[in-house]
């Protein structure tokens, strides 16, 4: 009897042990936004609550942002191992010296937008000369104007530029402060619900202005360093997203749990309108996430052309592909 308790003994310490030792491999990552959760960031949320993190090893921790330059300026220095950024910001911040590396896209086509009141005789993208568009200084929209108004056929000095915060932009079009804003389309839902017929709206991608969007992106040396780590949470992204876009109710109901003063059906609709953008012909035949390299290279033309890149780059050394699971793809 001694010796089978010592042998149960024995054995529950070398379980304790391995728990011990598992508890302890786990990667600590502290993951940042881009701004603060909405329902674009429901899979992160949801894989969270399901523990698939865990499961592959990494004890993640979800930071509020405030905007793609700081979610890209803390990822680049190191701050944060991780971020969600922008990638036209990204790659900005990366001309600046920053040390990061794209390694999923969320947003396979442009979220940006334009708005205006149809009620102030706009009816269209040649109806913005003359007019003033509001945007914060900084804004990318902003810094990329030139090119959608190259695209569209009017001259870029055509309009005045206000400076308008992003929480006022609505008010401010709604007020006659401005006649026209930019916004990134997952919001849209929140324009047609305050302005209803009145609102008009364009794409920037039907004018051929279409740079990634929001990305998942890493810091250099850390991706260096752990690439097992970045793999395995990019293939639990890759999941996370495919099960949201498949049943998007139960992800919806893990961020509204997870962050206090969201509202279910205002995430929903916000959902659905990041699966749009989602999709391209690389999202669902190649994989879910995948850079294709002639628009990275597209992009790196635009930001370099319109932006002030104090280091100019290889644009093949700001992404990769090789962290992404070829088997995971957006359904058709």
Request: glycine letters at 8%; proline letters at 5%.
């Amino acid at each position: 009897m001694r010796y089978y308790r010592l042998i149960l003994a024995v054995a529950l310490v070398f379980l304790l042990l391995i728990g011990i030792s598992t508890s302890k491999a786990a990667e600590k990552v502290e993951f940042i936004l881009n701004w603060i959760a909405g329902g674009d960031h429901a899979p992160y949320f949801y894989a969270l609550q399901q523990g698939w993190y865990a499961e592959a090893g990494i004890d993640l921790e979800i930071q509020q942002g405030k905007g793609s330059s700081m979610s890209s300026q803390r990822t680049g220095v190191g701050k944060n191992p991780i971020g969600l950024a922008d990638l036209g910001t990204a790659l900005v911040v990366k001309g600046k010296g920053a040390n990061l590396v794209a390694v999923m896209n969320i947003y396979a086509n442009s979220p940006y937008g334009m708005y205006w009141l149809l009620s102030s005789g706009i009816n269209g993208p040649k109806d913005l000369v003359g007019k003033k568009i509001g945007n914060p200084s900084w804004d990318a929209a902003r810094q990329m104007w030139p090119a959608l108004a190259k695209s569209i056929g009017i001259d870029p000095k055509s309009v005045t530029w206000v400076n308008v915060q992003p929480n006022a932009k609505l008010g401010a079009l709604m007020n006659g402060d401005i006649d026209a804003t930019t916004s990134f389309y997952n919001i849209h839902h929140i324009f047609k619900a305050k302005l209803g017929d009145n609102m008009g709206f364009f794409p920037w991608k039907d004018y051929g202005v279409n740079p990634y969007g929001n990305s998942i992106i890493v810091n250099g040396d850390y991706l260096k360093k752990k690439p097992e780590v970045v793999k395995a949470f990019v293939k639990v992204n890759q999941k996370a997203f495919k099960t949201c876009v498949d049943s998007p109710d139960p992800c919806i109901e893990a961020l509204v749990s997870a962050n206090t003063g969201l509202k279910f059906d205002n995430e929903k609709e916000n959902w659905g309108l990041v699966n749009e953008l989602m999709r391209d012909k690389f999202s669902t035949t190649v994989a879910l996430g995948y850079f294709d390299p002639e628009r990275m290279e597209s992009d790196y033309e635009l930001i370099e052309t319109y932006f002030n890149l104090k280091t100019p780059f290889d644009i093949k050394t700001a992404y990769t592909n090789d962290m992404l699971d070829r088997s995971i793809k957006m359904p058709k």
